[in-house]
């Protein structure tokens, strides 16, 4: 058995002097029925298959496991949504999810994927079909170097010749997708099937008789728990726990049992319960060195990505943080950053501390006061904005709630207010935090978690993945709600320095051009053209009434607002914030 490290897979061999009996050859389709056996036997549930001919055993094999119940099939013509279709059923379900595409080409639409898998520890199963090796370097058609072609961003590769039993090579797959070896992180893996013709069933051979199955389905609710009290034997320290993505409800059950406040990132899926600060990052720096209360330690949960007022935290010297990582982690490498890894949850809590009495109620008091003053500000705005939305968004998601990048998820940061118990399971393509895929990531949450769920995202993002929108005649809809803020452009630019420069009038428009990228794409039209119900809206109450609509199917709220205030508002934002919550600790 090959070590889940090395790049290609060969059938082990004996070092005696006589060789051992050579294994029958397996034709196509006989390969790819073992194959598909052991990807279902492995906890492989669904499949994305993009069409092809190469990979036409697959496929076959494939619809013999569904005709018999084994096995979910969806069908995406563009691989680059399939591999973010299936990323999204492996979020949801919590199990090894497959793509499946032909040779060449194909196989590269699915880095995106890959890559996002590798960085966020998705369990992603690529079945790439191949040539055999006699037509490889000859010239023949959709025929490249396919072994290793994701390099470092899989966990394991696994090269399976024409006619060779491809089990052990599946079965090592997935043990690394899945984080079966101790020194790995669960992540993608790539099995690379040689296939020979003839492709196709032999004379006879034809579909079972379609049997009905049920599905094991994962529980996707919300999760909450509870920790016993810190002892009070622990160091009284003013340490804020910090909940990045992926933390889990386990930070807001530390915060809790410790009287710390809890300063947590929307898809931490920990930004609930009373210890919870909704604008935070805004806070922070109330609370630095020169404070009549700072920070004094840190504890991380999950990897924070959104802010740098967080970012600018975690890197002070004076201020020491540990971060809780009972298993292996795919978003750094060990001895890159400054958190002391900490395993369990007795060492964090030495690490820790407890509160003292007047530290969590001081970060509350505050808290309210930002929040009072961010919603006075928003409520002042004539027309929806990114943060009214954000907010509008987290307060009416039910089920499962998918962010995208960009502005969408940090307007949620700023503006979501938590509440006392999660409303929604949320997700977010946070391992290398790329618009790429997003719809196609959220159809497959949609699909694998058989829940309502609401997209947020911004128009670029939504039309870099305007193709995730079709499905095919017959396919599975899910119940998916589509809330884009339209501002016709790349918003996020403006709040970083491009939005200084443009306002310098040195470059205002290249800055214009090549960051704002200004569109006047009609997505009613667009939605149309797939079939997608659409409506528009401008203000946040009739994102409101939109969002308390019963969904059925698919449907997409163009919410239309103005990117070039938006600098501004943030500045407004700030200042009011700045004014309350000073006079909240002055006081």
Known sequence: MTSPNDSAFHPASDDGASPPPAAPVLTS???ARIAVDALIDGGVQHVVVSPGSRSAPMAYALAEAEAAGRVDLL???????????????????????AVLTTSGTAVGNLMPAVMEANHAAVPLVVVSADRPQELQG???????IQLDLFGEHVRFAADVPAGSNPVRAVETALAAATGAFSDLAPGPVQLNLA???????????????????SRFRIGTDPLTMTLPPAPASLEERRTVVLAGHDAGPVAEAFARAHGLPLLAEPSSNARFGPNAVGPYRLLLEHFGPSAAQPIERVVMFGRPTL??????????????????????????QPGRRTELPLENLADLADFAGRGPSDWLDTWLLAGAAAQHALDGVLAAEPAATGPSVGGQVWQHARGQLMLGSSNGIRDVDLAGLPAAEPAATVYANRGLAGIDGTISTATGIALGGRQDTTLLLGDVTFLHDAGGLLLGAGEPEPGLRIVVLNDAGGAIFDLLEHG?????????????????????????????????GHCSVSTTAGLAEALAAPLKGRSIIEVRTDRIGLRALHARIKKAVAAAVGGVLAG
């Open 29 to 31: 389709l006989e390969a």
């Open 75 to 97: 069908v995406r013509i563009d691989e680059r949504s399939a591999g973010f279709t299936a990323l999204g059923l492996a979020l949801s379900t919590g199990s090894p999810a």
């Open 138 to 144: 000859t010239g023949a058609n959709q025929t490249t």
């Open 195 to 213: 296939f020979r013709d003839p492709l196709v069933p032999a004379p006879g051979e034809g579909l079972p008789t379609a049997a009905g199955h």
């Open 307 to 332: 802010s740098r007022p967080v970012a600018a935290l975690l890197e002070r010297a004076d201020v020491p943080s540990a971060l809780y990582q009972p298993v292996p982690v795919a978003w750094y």
């Open 500 to 532: 200084a420069v443009r306002e310098s009038g040195r470059y205002t428009d290249a800055v214009e051009r090549l960051f704002g990228t200004p569109h006047t794409v009609d997505i009613a039209a667009l939605a149309a053209a797939y079939g997608v």
